[in-house]
């Protein structure tokens, strides 16, 4: 029996690629920063910790990933990484 999950009907859902696991870790990063809102309760909240926890995980996913990804995957994950870290030393000049 294949262990494979049935695809679902179209339900709005964007795809389950890398580069929107990369865009969804690098938005909860963000929201972690202070520099969007979370998008339910509409406030703003500052955690370093949580931020650079997100930054940690795409660090670890690039350790797990590399040599697999394509360099489109690859750019994209180093500059969001890149992105982040500059912020989060932005918060301690």
């Avoid at 997100?54 to 690039?62: C, E, H, I, R, S």
């Amino acid at each position: 029996m294949d262990d494979a999950i049935a695809p679902e009907p179209d339900d709005g859902a964007p795809p389950a690629t890398f580069d929107f696991l990369i865009h969804t870790l690098f938005t909860q990063a963000l929201m972690a920063l202070g520099r969007i809102p979370n998008p339910i309760t509409k406030q703003t909240h500052r955690n370093l910790a949580t931020a650079r926890h997100f930054v940690d995980v795409l660090t670890m996913l690039g350790e797990k990933t590399r040599g697999n990804l394509t360099d489109e995957e690859r750019r994209l994950l180093e500059e969001m990484q890149h992105q982040l870290r500059m912020q989060i030393l932005a918060e301690h000049p």
